[in-house]
Every structure is written in C-alpha cells, then in structure tokens.
C-alpha cells in the first residue's frame, strides 16, 4: 500500500493513516477508509477510468485488500511506454509509356 501511494505521488505513509482515521473519527468498523478511498477516486480521475465514487466506495468497503492491487496493477500499466505504431500508405505514380512494337519476323 505504502509503494503504490508513493508510485502515484503521495506520502509514502499515507495508507497507514486510514486505521487511525477510523479511530480517531469514532467511526464503525464497516466503515469505508478515507484514505483508501480518496486514493481509489483519483486515480480513477487521473486516468479517466470509467465509474463513480459510489462504486469505489463499495470496492474498498468489501475487498480492501483488492482494490490497492487494483491500483497498484492501474499505475504500472500506466507506467508502461506507450508505443505508436503509424503506417503511411505511399502512392506511386505509374507513367504507362508506349509500348514498342511487337517483333515482326520475316520467317
């Protein structure tokens, strides 16, 4: 978790907020990590990944673990080059000449 929120640019210990979040808010245990989902939503917005928060809030509420392998996977792919392959189609001019008269033998 820790990689991933460095890879996208954010404090290398920033997941490790999100139990502190939960305790320090009162909140429920199946409560939705702030932290997580705020990291989800952005790189879905960076990337134009399509859904909504609404999705992304279900994600981290039922698999926490695989939603930051999810965005782990997201931002290796997007780390990848992207390579552009551009094919040209070239257009030759043909200039027909006259042909040479055909051989006559005399035979």
Same mark, same amino acid.
């Given at each position: ?9 954010? &404090?290398?210990?920033?997941? +490790? +907020? ?9 909140? $429920?245990?199946?409560? !939705?990590?702030?932290?997580? +989902?705020?990291?989800? !939503?952005?790189?879905?917005?960076? &990337?134009? *990944?399509?859904?909504? *928060? ?12 695989? /939603?930051?392998? #999810? ?6 792919? #997007?780390?990848?080059? +992207? $390579? ?5 189609? $070239?257009?030759?001019? !043909?200039? #027909? $000449?006259?042909?040479?008269?055909? &051989?006559? /033998? *005399? &035979?």
């Amino acid at each position: 978790m820790c990689k991933t929120a460095s890879d996208f640019g954010q &404090y290398l210990c920033l997941p +490790l +907020l999100d139990p502190w979040m939960c305790c320090f808010l009162k909140f $429920t245990p199946i409560t !939705v990590p702030p932290i997580s +989902l705020a990291m989800r !939503v952005s790189i879905r917005e960076r &990337y134009g *990944i399509q859904g909504t *928060i609404c999705d992304d809030c279900c994600t981290v509420c039922c698999c926490f673990s695989c /939603s930051w392998c #999810q965005m782990a996977r997201e931002l290796k792919k #997007q780390k990848q080059p +992207l $390579t552009i392959v551009n094919a040209q189609t $070239t257009t030759f001019n !043909v200039v #027909q $000449t006259a042909r040479p008269p055909p &051989y006559n /033998s *005399i &035979y």
